[in-house]
């Protein structure tokens, strides 16, 4: 199976951890994983500020970069969210539709699709506090959202849950956003700020030395709020614990 | 400022002035950030109204919880109102027509000036110089009690919070609790000043108290009724109000004269759909089963007259949009902005429209697309709102796209546009990207603290920023893998 690294721009630039351990992880399972090395943005910066002609650029070199690989996979469910739901300022031609149906955000393609039962590198001895993103949450649907009516499901969860030493605790508002939202972290950044600083008190109270995420956005943007506040609380990427970071 | 939040102390909030909402610049953009950042500041209001709307999302779950057809009923809804939508004309024309046969005198108005001289002489006609009235958005909309006040014309607001904001001289910053943003402290102020209660006293028992004591009199000598409608039946010409307080069965029943306004978009075709509608107001706006009272309003009483104005006011050219028709189906409810993240930190003043939080991010754009252009951008997009939707409209996909449509139009401000055109072009060329990405981090890393936090840098006024790695991943790749390409 070929595989396409799909490393978006600010974790490369700002985690490069999190795509040492997605990379790591992926050839765990014997896989062909190629990282094509001129790959930039999937274009969501641009589109969900409303500006989708200046995303057309990045889509299609996005298209250029992982036409060809059976699927693409990367460590970011807003930019995986974005490809699937809204990469539409290129035009729709078959190579684009492939790679948009083709591309899964990591948590979903090691639950979907290699449907892992188990991570026996895998050593976490903490009490993590998980963050579903909302581009995960309610638009790639890796979890039951608490506003609707349906059974209790997650794959984050699911996948966490075969990590020895590994102890879940819940924030009291278990799936409120924590206001990071790409350019609404400048352009809106007290309202921003308060709902990162309000995530991460919550989290400290439940107890939690790990806020785990699939998305490093939100992660940078707690990390951000709990730093000025002096939270003590630990940041880590889903692909890293299940990578075996710390064991 | 923000900080005192942590440890908060009741006993400070006498000394915390309400904070106001947004700053009116005519048809200037309103700058809902920079009203929310003063909403911000409050520490103590900012609680209450977050905590105190959380409750009414957590209410509301319960209520979700208890019924096994949740799902099925907002699916139902949603048909409901998209079929009346599609079918509107007919609708409209049949309820007119049983309402007429009921004894009821139809008005139509195309906008607000219409609407509003449409009442205004309506009123004038029985020489009604005092008007109670219920709770409404659409008069809000209407700007009715302005109008009003030019040709003489007393309006009592009944609703207990409507009440407090006309005293006060505030719009409502809530579809449903339109005082949310207030403290008793506040209410306890407002009330001194304007009905001559006792200031220090802010038992919320005894301010209730007060002002049914000031406003039972005016009730009960008033003119004129007013009261909106939650439904219209059009089978039947029915007009349909749910409230908790009452109000508007007073508004309807003392007078002689009872007006309704009511915007096109409220008609359900059958009175057996209201078991659906009825079943989910409620429980979505405030986690209750049901309103107090739901009141059904079929015809005048005898040697009474009632009319119905039926108000468009933009309502057909939202029909006519493509992507943001499916607003219309909204019932009032509220849920979207008791479960919206930024609306429990902003308050609702602070969006500067008659309708705030998300279903307003989709809604003020329609009346004008300059002065809300900032709207559509105080959302993270995180999609809530559109979960706790009774009749499932897809706000915050209509929020992005509404994105869109400012960007075309030109509403959205220099700076992010040159932003956003240099990102693009950097994002398309990976060589020129690769450049960027190592100038940024060395700058980072380089830089002293008061060169990275100063007063251009919004992240960093309430944040730390990233720290930036020894190396990115491309070199780490380069480095590590460089052969294994």
Request: aromatic share 8%; hydrophobic share 40%.
């Given at each position: 199976m070929k595989i396409g690294l799909f490393i978006p721009c600010f974790i490369d630039a700002f985690f490069p951890e999190v795509g040492i351990a997605t990379l790591e992880l992926l050839e765990r399972f014997d896989l062909n994983v190629v990282y094509p090395p001129d790959q930039t943005c999937c274009g969501q910066p641009m589109a969900n500020?409303?500006?989708?002609?200046?995303?057309?650029?990045?889509?299609?070199?996005?298209?250029?970069?992982?036409?060809?690989?059976?699927?693409?996979?990367?460590?970011?469910?807003?930019?995986?969210?974005?490809?699937?739901?809204?990469?539409?300022?290129?035009?729709?031609?078959?190579?684009?539709?492939?790679?948009?149906?083709?591309?899964?955000?990591?948590?979903?393609?090691?639950?979907?699709?290699?449907?892992?039962?188990?991570?026996?590198?895998?050593?976490?001895?903490?009490?993590?506090?998980?963050?579903?993103?909302?581009?995960?949450?309610?638009?790639?649907?890796?979890?039951?959202?608490?506003?609707?009516?349906?059974?209790?499901?997650?794959?984050?969860?699911?996948?966490?849950?075969?990590?020895?030493?590994?102890?879940?605790?819940?924030?009291?508002?278990?799936?409120?956003?924590?206001?990071?939202?790409?350019?609404?972290?400048?352009?809106?950044?007290?309202?921003?700020?308060?709902?990162?600083?309000?995530?991460?008190?919550?989290?400290?109270?439940?107890?939690?030395?790990?806020?785990?995420?699939?998305?490093?956005?939100?992660?940078?943007?707690?990390?951000?709020?709990?730093?000025?506040?002096?939270?003590?609380?630990?940041?880590?990427?889903?692909?890293?614990?299940?990578?075996?970071a710390g064991a | 400022m923000r900080k005192s939040t942590s440890d908060d102390r009741p006993g400070n909030s006498k000394i915390e002035p309400q904070p106001r909402g947004a700053r009116n610049k005519g048809n200037r953009p309103i700058d809902q950030a920079e009203a929310a950042e003063r909403f911000l500041a409050a520490p103590h209001h900012q609680k209450q109204h977050d905590e105190r709307l959380w409750t009414l999302r957590q209410r509301r779950d319960d209520q979700m919880w208890s019924m096994p057809e949740w799902e099925q009923m907002r699916t139902l809804a949603s048909a409901i109102k998209e079929h009346t939508l599609s079918h509107l004309d007919t609708y409209l024309e049949m309820f007119e027509t049983n309402a007429k046969a009921n004894g009821v005198v139809v008005h139509w108005a195309k906008d607000a000036a219409e609407h509003n001289s449409i009442v205004q002489r309506v009123l004038e006609r029985r020489g009604a110089r005092t008007l109670i009235k219920s709770k409404s958005m659409l008069t809000e909309e209407c700007g009715l009690r302005a109008d009003l006040a030019k040709a003489g014309v007393e309006v009592i607001e009944t609703d207990l919070g409507e009440r407090i904001q006309q005293l006060d001289g505030e719009d409502?910053?809530?579809?449903?609790?339109?005082?949310?943003?207030?403290?008793?402290?506040?209410?306890?102020?407002?009330?001194?000043?304007?009905?001559?209660?006792?200031?220090?006293?802010?038992?919320?028992?005894?301010?209730?108290?007060?002002?049914?004591?000031?406003?039972?009199?005016?009730?009960?000598?008033a003119d004129a009724g007013m009261t909106g409608a939650n439904f219209l039946v059009a089978e039947t010409g029915a007009v349909v109000v749910c409230t908790n307080e009452?109000?508007?069965?007073?508004?309807?029943?003392?007078?002689?004269?009872?007006?309704?306004?009511?915007?096109?978009?409220?008609?359900?075709?059958?009175?057996?759909?209201?078991?659906?509608?009825?079943?989910?107001?409620?429980?979505?706006?405030l986690g209750s089963p049901i309103t107090q009272y739901t009141s059904h309003f079929r015809g005048p009483r005898q040697g009474g007259e009632m009319h119905v104005v039926l108000v468009d006011n933009g309502r057909s050219e939202r029909l006519g949009m493509e992507e943001f028709w499916t607003s219309l189906k909204c019932i009032r409810c509220g849920a979207c902005m008791n479960t919206c993240p930024v609306y429990r930190r902003s308050g609702?003043?602070?969006?500067?429209?008659?309708?705030?939080?998300?279903?307003?991010?989709?809604?003020?754009?329609?009346?004008?697309?300059?002065?809300?252009?900032?709207?559509?951008?105080?959302?993270?997009?995180?999609?809530?709102?559109?979960?706790?939707?009774?009749?499932?409209?897809?706000?915050?996909?209509?929020?992005?796209?509404?994105?869109?449509?400012?960007?075309?139009?030109?509403?959205?401000?220099?700076?992010?546009?040159?932003?956003?055109?240099?990102?693009?072009?950097?994002?398309?060329?990976?060589?020129?990207?690769?450049?960027?990405?190592?100038?940024?981090?060395?700058?980072?890393?380089?830089?002293?603290?008061?060169?990275?936090?100063?007063?251009?840098?919004?992240w960093g006024k309430n944040r730390e920023m990233p720290h930036p790695p020894a190396e990115t991943f491309h070199q780490w790749f380069i480095k590590n893998r460089g052969g294994k390409r």
């Open positions: 500020s409303g500006f989708e002609t200046d995303a057309s650029g990045a889509e299609a070199l996005f298209v250029r970069n992982f036409d060809g690989f059976d699927y693409v996979v990367g460590p970011s469910g807003s930019c995986v969210h974005h490809i699937r739901h809204h990469f539409t300022a290129v035009e729709q031609t078959a190579a684009v539709e492939g790679v948009r149906a083709r591309t899964y955000e990591l948590v979903e393609f090691l639950h979907d699709i290699l449907k892992v039962d188990a991570f026996p590198w895998a050593r976490f001895p903490h009490k993590v506090g998980l963050h579903n993103s909302c581009g995960t949450l309610r638009g790639l649907g890796h979890a039951s959202a608490s506003e609707l009516r349906e059974p209790h499901f997650s794959k984050p969860e699911a996948l966490l849950s075969k990590v020895d030493g590994l102890e879940l605790v819940a924030a009291s508002r278990p799936d409120e956003c924590c206001g990071f939202g790409g350019l609404f972290s400048v352009f809106n950044e007290s309202v921003s700020a308060k709902m990162g600083s309000d995530k991460v008190h919550d989290f400290a109270k439940a107890k939690a030395e790990y806020i785990v995420s699939a998305d490093s956005s939100c992660l940078m943007h707690q990390r951000g709020c709990a730093e000025r506040d002096n939270v003590s609380i630990k940041f880590i990427h889903i692909a890293q614990i299940l990578n075996g | 409502p910053s809530h579809v449903v609790v339109p005082a949310v943003h207030k403290l008793r402290t506040d209410v306890a102020k407002v009330f001194a000043a304007t009905i001559g209660s006792d200031p220090d006293n802010d038992d919320p028992h005894h301010l209730a108290g007060a002002q049914r004591d000031a406003t039972r009199p005016l009730i009960l000598n009452g109000n508007a069965d007073l508004c309807a029943n003392i007078p002689d004269l009872h007006i309704v306004s009511v915007g096109i978009e409220k008609l359900i075709p059958r009175s057996e759909d209201l078991a659906i509608f009825v079943r989910m107001l409620s429980r979505s706006a609702g003043l602070s969006y500067g429209a008659t309708y705030s939080g998300p279903i307003g991010l989709i809604i003020d754009p329609t009346f004008n697309a300059r002065k809300y252009s900032n709207l559509p951008f105080a959302s993270t997009l995180n999609g809530s709102c559109t979960n706790v939707c009774p009749v499932k409209i897809n706000i915050h996909e209509q929020i992005y796209a509404w994105r869109k449509v400012l960007v075309r139009k030109h509403e959205t401000p220099f700076v992010k546009r040159a932003a956003m055109k240099a990102a693009g072009a950097v994002l398309a060329r990976p060589a020129v990207y690769r450049a960027t990405v190592e100038r940024t981090n060395e700058a980072l890393a380089s830089l002293p603290r008061f060169a990275i936090y100063n007063g251009l840098n919004a």
